[in-house]
DNA sequence: AAGTATTGTAACATATATATTGCACCATTC
DNA sequence: GAATGGTGCAATATATATGTTACAATACTT
């Protein structure tokens, strides 16, 4: 699950650790998302984007792979 | 959670059941999520996406509300 | 090179998203 | 008014997102 959240934190100059704490989340979380290891929910997604000025779109859009057999 | 998944879907003509089936998840969950009482997974909201057709923002954004205080 | 900040990751615990089953409530239609 | 299709909604079970803690690995200074 890939995404864009590590490039839109750094924009906004933030830590891992200073994105977690405004989100109200952990860093592990956080570092597991960037990682692409984390599936998160909806809330977490709109949650971060808030915090990194970004619509989802921006940061979690992935085009539909076809292919699914 | 509001959302609109409801619009959407009808939209394209589809049955909770149906729009359920075609995505591999319950029509339980797409019950839930449509009455706003879920927090849906991002590979689900994707999975919605790509079924009723829309973008993530098209369906899920909210803005953020102020006086989180 | 040592020291500090930032990040990766593991193990286990908890919260919650989702599944499963079943039934009630409305429409519509025969 | 019985039958059918679509939906809401419980109760319980399972999978998984997230928390907690701790330590290792890498990057950044000085």
Redesign the interface.
């Given at each position: 699950?890939e995404n864009k959240v590590r490039i839109a934190r750094i924009q906004v100059n933030l830590t891992q650790q200073q994105l977690a704490e405004k989100i109200g989340v952990t860093r592990q979380t956080i570092s597991l998302i960037e990682k692409g290891k984390y599936?998160?929910?909806?809330?977490l997604?709109?949650d971060i984007c808030?915090t990194v000025n970004k619509?989802?779109?921006e940061i979690?859009?992935?085009e539909?792979e076809r292919d699914e057999k």
């Open positions: 699950m599936n998160p929910t909806l809330k997604c709109l808030y619509r989802l779109d979690f859009w992935v539909k």
